[in-house]
């Protein structure tokens, strides 16, 4: 319906999470009329992102290039017994905001389908179990229990029942965040009280 480019820029929008063919084509059509400098800046603001920002090779956190760990992983005063799974850094940051958790994190980087067992590959299950293993050369002590904090979702669920199997065979103490959060809900989307019962009701 539109030319090549249009297109194009419409199909590289709707990989966007959450992004519908609908609002990538309004993206696409703002990106047509809007002025050059600002076109400009999005671009340059895209190649700085991949040349500054790298991950916390502790727990996958963003951090800029020239940092080694991010504020959560090198803060001493934190309990690092204690590690919480994730899906994405925003559910870490939703977390954070509750002020009722002081342990540490690993993202995983995504979640798994119930009938794809090739989205294994798209998470960091063999990173986190590396993280445990070898929790010495990390500079970590040993991980005294392991709260799994997924988002009440179809794949949210498929993808703790996984880690629940992985976390067992290395004999770690395994949680999972209280029903405080209603089926089908995101923790980047849950306030921060039902965050909060949600930790401290953990079982």
Avoid: W
């Avoid at 992004?19 to 600002?38: Q, S």
């Avoid at 504020?71 to 850094?89: A, F, H, M, P």
């Avoid at 976390?167 to 995101?186: A, D, P, Q």
Wanted: proline letters at 4%; hydrophobic letters at 35%.
């Amino acid at each position: 319906m539109y030319p090549p480019p249009i297109e194009k820029l419409i199909n590289l929008f709707s990989r966007f999470p959450t992004i519908g063919p609908r609002t990538a084509t309004r993206f696409a059509f703002y990106c047509l009329t809007a002025p050059d400098e600002e076109i400009k800046s999005l671009i340059e603001g895209l190649e700085e992102l991949k040349k500054s920002v790298k991950n916390c090779h502790i727990c996958f956190r963003s951090v800029l290039k020239e940092e080694e760990l991010c504020s959560v992983c090198k803060d001493k005063k934190r309990n690092q017994e204690l590690l919480c799974i994730v899906e994405k850094e925003t559910d870490l940051l939703s977390i954070e905001k509750t002020n009722e958790y002081n342990g540490i994190y690993f993202i995983l980087g995504g979640t798994v389908s119930p009938l794809k067992k090739e989205d294994l590959k798209k998470i960091r299950a063999e990173e986190l179990q590396e993280r445990i293993k070898n929790h010495k050369s990390f500079g970590l002590p040993k991980t005294k229990e392991a709260i799994i904090a997924t988002n009440q979702t179809t794949e949210g669920e498929a993808t703790a029942i996984y880690l629940a199997r992985v976390l067992n065979s290395l004999e770690i103490k395994t949680t999972r965040l209280g029903r405080g959060l209603s089926t089908g809900t995101e923790l980047e989307y849950a306030d921060e009280e039902t965050l909060s019962s949600a930790l401290k009701g953990r079982s």
